[in-house]
């Protein structure tokens, strides 16, 4: 599509863009008119490699220095962080002679420095290394500051969890996906540096670099002799210019390779070799996980505690209710407050996330944007390779191993994701809203692909997930969390029968309740001398209760045991849902027909599906 500009801001973009070229066309235009015979061609190329060489040498001085530093400035928080961020920026602000004389204060003849090395480090080629040094820094730390920055602290987390250190995810996550910035930062310092004149000339007057080269021939040939003079910088400038556009085009996070290359897959030592490709545990009994950890992060307060021997576990919630959040402190990218995390026995809580044996898959799957899926797969310390042709072939992934994250789907993203926190030795495997991210047909599918690979998998599952059939389906046991508090732990059958709260029955998916008084251990009186039956919950009579139906537990019919009068209906998508009154509440039915609001019906309801609580749960605090 070819975009136009609206007529001011082409004009003015014209205006400045003539302008800057117009110099270098002026130049040309007198190119006849230079004095091409009293240049000292030896001079000037002397000086020619004496900007080269100094500007090479000042930016990688600065790339070792600058790169780390930038790193620090964008992962590392707080006033000091801000302050050094501010403070390294002075030289841009500062007019480049100020910047020379304030280096002079530091390594000049009379400086502690410029005794102790008997002024080595002015009029020398330290000296000019050193000047552009302190003028061109700034360019490549903000650029990396900025590139580090923009990478999701997510990915790093993701790699510490499949067992690498904090430098390993420096050289592998980090640093590839911020190279292109970073490089694109390099040759702005390489050009700063190489075009250096104020401070050079204050704190290393020679060896002549050519700038200062090109001042002296000015002062002494004049203007007619200074285009020969030039045409060593603008050669090299434009050359230098040529390569940041070349590579700017060409070298993408896409494509971007890390430094190290992929580590090779090897067996890992505590796999047993006997074991079935994949499950990476000790064969035997679930984990015993036991979570009691508070965590205040920001207004947020996280106070829970729950412990399960489940080998598929949800932890289900609204958004903002702190399952992110438990996962991270189970997986160590979060530190709690106080507390504990047990796995069989083991104190997980000082533990670095690399050492605690869990896999992890965040809600955005934690893909490396610059690896391929198959390095992917090589990326876990430990890794197993039969683990990994496994998978690939389990997850369906084997034509797909040359391509990387961004020419994925969301489902292969996310079989991607979990066959690589498969492919290591883990106990437990945390997954973080691992459909949210699909639509509706895609999901039930995965939503049933896991659930078949659970059954598959030795090592224990926690599923995040704010939907109760998600958790219903793929949990053996559910901890029901609101407000960073666990409300219920239990068994998945037992909980979506006998819910503690109204709360906890409208997480589960409880759309319209009531209340009642219990008549006997399975009836409760729900109001115009209705006694509505239920599952043997092992109510106490005279307590009062809350109640819901499932809509899949009650329908209209002709022997119904139950009085109602039709509310009204609506469309739900393709369906009709029927509101009926039966004693002092409404329940919603899907049925198909012409209903007359206010009249009578009969309803089948069947035991099993009412939920009942006990109702004072419901009070305020």
């Known amino acids: 599509m070819t975009r136009r500009l609206p007529a001011p801001l082409s004009g003015l973009a014209a205006l400045l863009a003539l302008y800057l070229v117009a110099p270098l066309l002026a130049g040309i235009a007198q190119g006849r008119w230079a004095d091409w015979h009293d240049v000292d061609t030896h001079a000037l190329l002397d000086a020619s490699a004496v900007s080269i060489a100094s500007a090479s040498v000042a930016t990688l001085l600065i790339a070792l ?133 104020g401070a050079t000339v204050m704190v290393a007057y020679h060896p002549y670099s050519l700038p200062v080269y090109t001042y002296v021939a000015f002062g002494a040939q004049g203007l007619p002799a200074m285009l020969p003079v030039l045409v060593p910088t603008l050669v090299l400038a434009l050359l230098v210019l040529a390569l940041s556009a070349v590579t700017a085009g060409t070298f993408d996070t896409a494509h971007a390779v890390s430094p190290l290359g992929a580590a090779p897959l090897g067996i890992a ?45 949800a932890i289900l919630g609204p958004s903002g209710s702190g399952k992110s959040l438990t996962l991270k402190l189970m997986a160590g990218l979060e530190q709690g407050d106080r507390g504990s995390i047990r796995v069989n026995g083991r104190e997980l809580s000082g533990l670095d996330p690399a050492d605690r044996g869990i896999g992890y898959v965040p809600q955005n799957y934690g893909l490396f944007p610059h690896l391929t899926v198959m390095q992917h797969l090589h990326f876990p310390r430990g890794a ?27 489902g292969q993203q996310q079989r991607v994701a979990l066959a690589r926190a498969l492919v290591r030795p883990a106990k437990l495997l945390l997954l973080d809203e691992p459909l949210s991210a699909l639509d509706a047909p895609r999901r039930s599918q995965v939503r049933d692909d896991l659930r078949t690979l659970q059954q598959e998998l030795s090592a224990a599952t926690i599923v995040v997930t704010h939907d109760p059939i998600e958790a219903a389906l793929l949990a053996d046991e559910i901890v029901i969390l609101e407000h960073g508090r666990a409300l219920q732990c239990g068994p998945t059958e037992a909980v979506f029968r006998r819910p503690a709260s109204e709360t906890v029955a409208r997480l589960l998916g409880a759309e319209y309740v009531g209340t009642g008084t219990c008549q006997s251990r399975d009836q409760i009186s729900i109001g115009k001398g209705i006694l509505l039956s239920v ?42 849902r029927v509101l009926v009154r039966i004693g002092e509440a409404v329940m919603g039915i899907t049925a198909g027909g012409v209903f007359e609001p206010g009249s009578p019906c009969r309803l089948a309801i069947d035991p099993g599906a009412v939920q009942v609580w006990p109702a004072w749960q419901d009070r305020p605090a």
């Open 384 to 410: 197993d390779a039969k683990a990994a042709k496994h998978w690939l072939e389990r997850l369906g992934l084997e034509g797909l191993t040359g391509r990387r994250p961004p020419s994925l789907s969301l």
């Open 269 to 313: 030592a505590d796999v047993d070799p006997h074991s079935p490709p994949g499950t990476h545990v000790v064969h035997g009994e679930s984990p015993h996980i036991e979570f009691d950890v508070e965590k205040l992060l920001g207004a947020f307060h996280l106070r829970a505690a729950w412990s399960t021997r489940a080998h598929r576990l």
């Open 535 to 576: 599952a043997a919950p092992d109510l106490t009579p005279g307590d009062r209760v809350g109640w819901t139906v499932s809509p899949s537990g009650v329908r209209l019919a002709a022997d119904g045991a139950y009085p109602g009068t039709i509310e009204s209906t609506f469309m739900l998508g393709i369906e009709q």
């Open 65 to 197: 220095g600058g790169i780390p530093l930038g790193y620090a400035l964008a992962r590392v928080q707080g006033r000091l962080s801000t302050v050094v961020g501010f403070l390294i920026q002075l030289p841009l602000a500062l007019p480049p002679l100020a910047s020379g004389i304030l280096l002079l204060f530091l390594v000049g003849y009379g400086s502690p420095l410029g005794r102790a090395t008997a002024g080595a480090l002015t009029d020398s080629f330290t000296g000019i290394v050193l000047a552009e040094v302190f003028v061109a820094a700034p360019f490549l730390v903000i650029a990396a500051r900025s590139a580090f920055a923009s990478i999701d602290p997510v990915l790093e987390g993701v790699g510490a969890t499949l067992g690498r250190r904090p430098l390993e995810l420096f050289l592998r996550i980090a640093l590839p996906m911020a190279w292109p910035s970073i490089l694109s930062g390099m040759l702005l310092a390489w050009l700063r540096a190489f075009g250096e004149f």
